[in-house]
C-alpha cells in the first residue's frame, strides 16, 4: 500500500524524483548511449529512509518513456524511416544498501532494407540493464546485465544520431559483475574506481522477442566471464568550475565465436561544463544556462576479433544549456587500419542537433542533421525526436 507524506515529503520525493530520472540507464531515458551504471552510491536515497523514520522501502522508481523518432538519409538503404520506442526502466531501492534496475524497451531490431522505406516495421522487445547492486557509499558491487564502464561520448553524443560513430563502443549486454571504490566529495570532486569481469550475454535475455535477433558472435562471446574492464570517473572536479567530469578506462574482450585474438580498447576523455547562469535544480524553472566542451580519444587493438586490426576515435563535442532548449554539436572521426584483404579507410561524422523540453525535464522534441562519411560514401541526414518519459516514485512500507 502507499502512504501520505507530508509537505516537506512531498518537496524531498520532488528533487529526488528529478535525480531519479537523469539516473535511469537507458539509452532512451537520456540521450546519447546509455546504459552504464552509475557506481557512485545514492546519499540522498539513505536520506529518504531516514526521512521516513519508523517505516521501511522498498521506494520504487518506475519511468515509461513513448519515443517516435523519423530520419532520412539521402544514400540508398535507409530513406524515410519511422520507427518508435516504449522504454520502461525501474530502479528499487530495497534498502539503503540494496538496489535493483530493470529496463524493457519496444524498439526497432531490424535493419531497414535496401530502398526499403520503413514506418514501425522490424520492432521487437529487448533487454537493456538487469542488475542488483549493494552500496555504502564508498563501496558497491554490482550483479548481472550491464553495460561496460567505458567512454564518456555515448553516454553524452552526439544526441540524435547517437548510434553512429560512438555507439561503436557502447558495449552493453555484459554478464558478470563490478565492483567499485568511491571517495565522498570533501571538495576535490568525488573519484571512483571501478573493476568488471563479464562475457557477453548468450543467455535468453541476449534474444529480442517478436522479432528474433541470430545468436551474439565476435570478441567475448566464448562462454564464461572471460573479459574484463577497469575504470577510473571523476566528477565534480573543481577545476575552473566544479563541473569537470573524466573518465579513463581499459576493456579487454576474451575470443570468442569468430574472433581469434583479444580486442583491446582504452578510452579517455572530459567534460567540462561552465554554468553562465543558475544551477542544475533550477532546470525544471528555465533557469539553468551552461556551455560545455567534451573530447574523448579512443583506441582499439584486434579489432573485432582481427589479429594487428586497429581503430582510432577523436571525438570533439560541444553540448549547451539555456532554460528549456539544449543543443550539442559533435565531430567524430575514425581511422581503421588495413588488414590482410581490407584496406584502410577513415570515416568521418559530423552532427548537430537542438531540443526543447516542455511540460519538465526530457519531455523532449529534438530536430538534428548530420554529415556522415562512411567507408568512401557521403550521406546526409535529417531527422526529428519525440521523448515524454512519465516517472513514478513510489514508498511501500513493509514493516517497521
Known amino acids: 500500500m502507499n502512504i501520505r507524506i507530508s509537505h516537506q515529503l512531498r518537496a524531498l520525493c520532488a528533487a529526488l524524483l528529478a535525480i531519479a530520472t537523469f539516473a535511469v540507464p537507458s539509452n532512451c531515458f537520456a540521450q546519447g548511449g546509455g546504459g552504464t551504471p552509475d557506481p557512485r552510491p545514492f546519499a540522498l536515497f539513505r536520506d529518504m529512509f531516514d526521512t521516513f523514520g519508523e517505516w521501511h522501502g522498498p521506494i520504487v522508481n518506475m519511468a515509461y518513456q513513448p519515443q517516435v523518432q523519423y530520419t532520412y538519409s539521402d544514400t540508398p538503404g535507409n530513406k524515410n524511416n519511422f520507427n518508435g520506442t516504449i522504454s520502461w526502466g525501474s530502479y528499487i531501492w530495497v534498502t539503503p544498501e540494496i538496489n535493483v534496475n530493470i529496463n524493457l524497451s519496444l524498439e526497432q531490431i531490424d535493419a531497414p532494407k535496401k530502398e526499403d522505406q520503413w514506418f514501425f516495421n522490424g520492432e521487437g522487445i529487448n533487454a537493456g540493464d538487469i542488475w542488483v547492486q549493494w552500496s555504502d557509499q564508498r563501496t558497491g558491487i554490482l550483479a548481472g546485465r550491464f553495460t561496460a564502464p567505458f567512454g564518456i561520448a555515448p553516454l553524452l553524443l552526439p544526441g540524435l544520431f547517437d548510434l553512429n560513430s560512438v555507439g561503436a563502443y557502447n558495449f552493453g549486454g555484459l554478464m558478470g559483475t563490478m565492483g567499485t571504490l568511491s571517495t565522498g566529495d570533501e571538495g576535490g570532486g568525488i573519484h571512483s574506481f571501478s ?15 517478436i522479432v528474433s535477433t541470430p545468436s551474439p558472435t565476435g570478441p567475448g562471446t566464448g562462454g564464461g566471464v572471460d573479459s574484463y574492464c577497469l575504470s577510473y570517473n571523476g566528477v565534480n572536479i573543481p577545476l575552473l568550475f566544479p563541473t569537470l567530469q573524466v573518465a579513463v ?14 580486442q583491446k580498447g582504452l578510452s579517455a576523455g572530459f567534460n567540462w561544463q561552465y554554468i553562465v547562469n543558475g544551477d542544475a535544480t533550477q532546470t525544471l524553472d528555465a533557469g539553468y544556462v551552461s556551455i560545455g566542451p567534451l573530447f574523448e580519444y579512443v583506441k582499439f587493438w584486434n579489432v573485432d576479433g582481427v589479429q594487428d586490426a586497429s581503430s582510432d576515435f577523436y571525438t570533439l563535442g560541444i553540448i549547451g544549456n539555456a532554460g528549456n532548449w539544449q543543443s550539442d554539436v559533435a565531430l567524430t572521426w575514425n581511422n581503421t587500419s588495413a588488414t590482410s584483404g581490407n584496406p584502410a579507410y577513415d570515416n ?51 514493516w517497521n
Open 249 to 262: 578506462s581499459y576493456i579487454d574482450f576474451g575470443t570468442g565465436i569468430g574472433a581469434d585474438a583479444n
Open 195 to 209: 573493476v568488471a569481469g563479464f562475457g557477453i550475454d548468450t543467455t535468453f535475455m541476449s534474444q529480442s522477442y
Open 348 to 398: 568521418f561524422l559530423a552532427s548537430a542537433s537542438l531540443g526543447y523540453n516542455f511540460f519538465g525535464p526530457q519531455s523532449l522534441v529534438e530536430f538534428g542533421y548530420a554529415y556522415q562519411v562512411q567507408d568512401g560514401k557521403i550521406d546526409n541526414q535529417v531527422g526529428v525526436q519525440v521523448s515524454f518519459p512519465i516517472n513514478a516514485l513510489e514508498y511501500f512500507p513493509l
